[in-house]
């Protein structure tokens, strides 16, 4: 069992903890006056000045503005106290702290022509506060751009709205391509698709470049609508997070990916609109038909417990239920369980004991007893607070000592009760093995993780998007796979 010196000590998270404190504690709204309505209208204005610590971190109850957030600019007026129906959408450059003695006329350069020198700035302040501003008190600088003013990945790059990975081996840092392909992920993680993606860009002669870019998937609207007007841009991945959210501000949806209720691919149609796919079913199923091949089996017939709902592990499930498999999924909240069981039930018109059934993560111990294979498709293993759990027994934060050994303990206890034969599966790619996939192979279990997945689903994800020009040079699909296998070293 995996032991800790301090039961009290929370464990160390890879994800940029400043930035979802910043996203938990938000402003998204920038109020002005109606008389600084026309400046506004006219984009002279992209330099504001409030009172008190507005700068991600701990900030005023009012919410702090982060560089690369999306906020709306609204027209309040205190005395009819309504806003104006005139609203536009910026994002945040920067913010910058100093107190009133601290403050220069150039700290004040695109400000409202009231507050654009320091001596007008206190004037401005006083009036609006009703009281005098003191030397010592602490004011936030907010620089902005108007939304309107971006078209293009490299200025969402610049702005800080997207980051360009760092994890993920041999990821461009730079977007200099004639095209690219960009993969939107929630948190920075090695995933192996830029790798995957230009090897097959080299190897094909496609002058094009595939760059993971980490992302707030709340903003996905703002995102989407900017990829839409760039030109380079002709589509790319939906990783985690961004899976079940983007689908909503697509313009075409696959009508396999409708059913799922989310996309792992959007492809850049010739009209310009984008379009969702999901071919992360499709990936998975091949993978595991690949290990009960060399078993001399095939999948249907076969029980899989599947822990967790909701974005891959919809793809997931769908795909198994066509290939004939007996599912079983259990989620923390039963209910979301449920919703995908009834529309898979639905989808193949499933009757008696071919139906999807559902549980929640109580039913872990007893469905596990007669399982195939079972697989973890939940964040817990994934990078952040849920690093240190397994996925085979439920999860308490926060993630302190105490709280991992007792989910380790009960996990340890089930795994104990698992048939021998049972492949266990997770999902979840991390620098190391997952919990789940640790304590499996140290019992001696066949396991398989996320990779293969990976490179199935994006062949059919490549194909997508390149296959007919690729069957014009007599280019087949698998040696597109035989290229991204090797790349992923499989």
Sequence with gaps: MFKFEDKNKPIERRENMAQ????????????????????LQRKEVFTTVRLGNRRTGHCEDKGCYYPGSFVALKIFDPKQKKFAKWQTEIIIKSVDLKTLSEIKDMDL?????QQNTKAKLVKKLADLYTRKITKTELLSIVN???????????????????????LPPVNPGHLDYREYTLPLIEHDYPAKTPMMWNAAYREFGIYAGNIMLVGDPSQSKHILDILRQDPKYVGGGAGVGFKDEAIKYLDEIDPMAKLIGSINFILKTPEGKLKGFNTDGLGYARSLEEKFKARGQELKGKKVVILGAGGTGNAIAFALADKGMKIVILNRTALKAENLCHGINECYELVEDQKVRFGGEDQIAQEV?????????STKGAAGEMEKYSALAP????????????????????????PKQAIISDIVLTTEPTPLLRSAQKAGFETLDGIPMVVNQGVEAF??????????????KEQVALVMKKAAGL
Excluded: C
Excluded at 369 to 377: F, P, Q, W
């Design 20 to 39: 979802k404190e910043a996203a938990n504690n938000s402003a998204n709204e920038l109020w002005f006056r109606p008389e600084d309505k026309a400046h």
């Design 144 to 166: 902005f751009e108007y939304l309107d003013n971006l078209h293009t990945a490299k200025d969402l790059v610049e702005l800080k709205a997207l980051m360009i990975a760092q």
């Design 395 to 418: 999860a308490n934060l926060p993630a302190i000592a105490q709280n991992i050994e007792a989910n380790w303990g009960a996990a340890e206890a089930i795994l104990q009760t698992i």
């Design 369 to 377: 007893k007669d399982a195939d294979v079972i697989i973890n498709v």
């Design 463 to 476: 194909w997508l998007l390149y296959g007919q020009e690729l069957q014009k040079k007599n280019i087949s």
């Design 109 to 113: 350069v695109g400000s409202l022509p």
